[in-house]
């Protein structure tokens, strides 16, 4: 899909901001949804599809060992979604040069 850089820095910003609040409040609820249908959603669209499979297997792949584990993998999540935002900032910063 060809979607200028700005959109989707602007979409990833919420979505980090979303999930971030929702792990403070350890709403699983929220993170799972969050997770399979706005992280995957925002990957594929931005190219990354491996962080669209990682949301993926987060949520579809057999039942979570614990909650600690769910979270933990959460907390991955988050940290590959803010390695994107570097990728994405670095694009956008190109574009505009």
């Given at each position: ?17 979303e999930l ?5 409040n350890?709403d699983?609820?929220?993170?799972a ?18 962080l ?14 614990s ?12 940290v590959e ?17």
């Amino acid at each position: 899909m060809n979607t200028s850089p700005a959109p989707i820095q602007l979409g990833l910003e919420d979505l980090l901001g979303e999930l971030q609040y929702a792990r403070r409040n350890d709403d699983l609820g929220r993170l799972a949804l969050l997770a399979y249908c706005e992280v995957r959603r925002w990957a594929r669209v931005a190219g990354e599809d491996a962080l669209a499979e990682q949301a993926t297997v987060l949520v579809t792949h057999s039942p979570q060992v614990s909650r600690e584990a769910f979270l933990n993998q959460v907390d991955g999540l988050i940290v590959e979604l803010e390695e994107a935002y570097g990728r994405v900032t670095n694009t956008c910063a190109c574009a505009r040069n």
